[in-house]
C-alpha cells in the first residue's frame, strides 16, 4: 500500500487566488512528521513546512499552511494568494520514527501551473 | 556554503562507464540521504548514512550502486558499468540527525545523469 498519495496529478490555478493540494498517508506510527516540498524546474527540493504528529495546531509559514486532520491522516497544503513563481511540482512526504533513519518517504507529487 | 552541495550538476556518460556523485552537507548534519528522481517521478530513497555507517542500503537497486561517506561529511555515489535506466537526478539531502522526525531533511540542487 502507498504510504503516501497525492490523488491530484496536475492542477491550474488563478494567479492571487487560493489553492489546496490533497494528501493522505499511512502509518501505524504515534509519531511522525509530514513535510510539504516544492520542486520548480531547476530541480532543487525546497522545504515548505513541517507538521509533526502531536502539533495541536496547523502549521503555517507565510502563505502556506497544513490543514492537518490527524483521524483522517490528511495533511492538505493551501498555498494562499498564489503567484506566477509557485508555479511547480510539490510533494508530501513523511518521515516516520520506525523507519531507519527517519527517512522521508515521498507522494507522487502535484504539478501546479499558475495562470496570470 | 550553508546549503547542501552536490557535483557535477550535469553528467553525461557512455553506457558501461562508471560514474561518481558527490555530496557536502550542511555543517554539522550527521544524517545524510541520497535519493534518485526519474523524468517525471517522485523520489526512490536509495541509502542512509549516519555518521560514516550506512543503517539502511534498502533502496540502492542493484550491486552496481555503492556509497560511502568519510568523516561523518562528504558522501559519494558510484554506479559501476552504467546503464540507460540509470539516467535519473540524484539528490543528496543531510538532516541535523537521523532519530528525530521532527528535524527537517534539507536537499540539495541535484546531479543529473544522463546515460547515451
Known amino acids: 500500500a502507498q504510504k503516501i498519495t497525492q490523488t491530484q496529478p496536475g492542477m491550474f490555478v488563478q494567479e492571487k487566488e487560493a489553492v489546496t493540494l490533497d494528501c493522505t498517508y499511512d502509518?501505524?506510527?504515534?509519531?511522525?512528521?509530514l513535510f510539504w516540498y516544492k520542486q520548480p524546474s531547476s530541480g532543487e527540493m525546497i522545504f515548505l513546512i513541517y507538521q509533526g504528529s502531536y502539533d495541536e495546531q496547523n502549521a503555517t509559514e507565510g502563505r502556506y499552511s497544513l490543514n492537518f486532520q490527524k483521524a483522517r491522516k490528511s495533511a492538505n497544503l493551501v498555498i494562499s494568494a498564489s503567484q506566477l513563481g509557485d508555479s511547480a511540482m510539490y510533494f508530501c512526504a513523511m518521515r516516520e520514527v520506525k523507519a531507519a533513519g527517519n527517512k522521508l518517504t515521498f507522494g507522487g507529487g502535484t504539478r501546479v501551473l499558475v495562470k496570470p | 556554503g550553508a546549503g547542501v552541495s552536490q557535483s557535477p550538476s550535469n553528467k553525461v556518460t557512455e553506457k558501461g562507464k562508471d560514474v561518481e556523485l558527490r555530496c557536502d552537507p550542511i555543517s554539522g548534519h550527521t544524517a545524510l540521504y541520497w535519493y534518485r528522481q526519474s523524468l517525471g517521478q517522485g523520489l526512490e530513497f536509495l541509502i542512509y548514512f549516519q555518521g560514516n555507517s550506512a543503517p539502511d542500503k534498502s533502496g540502492l537497486p542493484s550491486d552496481r550502486f555503492s556509497a560511502e561517506r568519510t568523516g561523518g561529511s562528504v558522501s559519494t555515489l558510484t554506479i559501476q558499468r552504467t546503464q540507460q535506466e540509470d539516467s535519473a537526478v540524484y539528490l543528496c539531502?543531510?538532516?541535523?540527525?537521523?532519530?528525530?522526525?521532527?528535524?527537517?531533511?534539507?536537499f540539495g540542487e541535484g546531479s543529473w545523469l544522463t546515460v547515451v
Open positions: 502509518t501505524s506510527d504515534q509519531s511522525y512528521g
Open positions: 539531502a543531510s538532516s541535523l540527525t537521523g532519530v528525530n522526525s521532527g528535524n527537517t531533511i534539507y
